[in-house]
C-alpha cells in the first residue's frame, strides 16, 4: 500500500481529541501528520493510518499497525532540486513498502526519530 502526498504537522492535543472514539483506553498521540485528506498517527501503541476515501471523504478506512509489525524503515531527505522527504515503512510479510511523503516544513528527522521511539522498543 502506497500513499502519496504532501503531509504537514498537526497539533497532539488536536488529534488526540478528533480520534479519541478511535483511540484505546489511555492511548496518547505523541506525533501526527496531515497528508492531503490523510492523517498519519503515531500514539504510545501502535501507527494509525486514516485514509479517506471518495470524492467527499465521509467513507475513511483506518489502518492499525502495531509497531512489532514494523520490520524496517527508511527515511530519505530532500534533495536540492527534490522538496520533499520521503518515510518507507514495511511490514512484516510485505514485500511493498507504505510510502509517505513530507514536504519541507516537517522536520523528516524529527518523523525517523518518534517512530524509532516506538519500533525499537
Known amino acids: 500500500m502506497a500513499l502519496f502526498g504532501n503531509a504537514h504537522t498537526v497539533d497532539v492535543e488536536a488529534a488526540q481529541s478528533d480520534y479519541a472514539r478511535l483511540l484505546g483506553q489511555d492511548e496518547q498521540v505523541h506525533a501526527a501528520y496531515l497528508l492531503i485528506r490523510d492523517t498519519i498517527l503515531f500514539t504510545d501503541r501502535r501507527l494509525v ?13 483506518y489502518h492499525s499497525i502495531p509497531y512489532r509489525s514494523i520490520s524496517h ?5 530532500a534533495g536540492t532540486f527534490e522538496l520533499d ?3 518507507s515503512i514495511w511490514l512484516s510479510g510485505s514485500a ?10 516537517v ?9 524509532t521511539q516506538f519500533v525499537a522498543r
Open 85 to 87: 522527504a520521503e518515510l
Open 73 to 77: 524503515f527508511s527515511v530519505e531527505t
Open 49 to 61: 493510518l486514516v485514509d479517506k476515501q471518495g470524492i467527499t471523504g465521509k467513507k475513511v478506512e
Open 107 to 115: 522536520d523528516i528527522y524529527e518523523v525517523q526519530a518518534v517512530l
Open 96 to 105: 511493498t513498502p507504505i510510502q509517505k511523503t513530507f514536504t519541507k516544513g
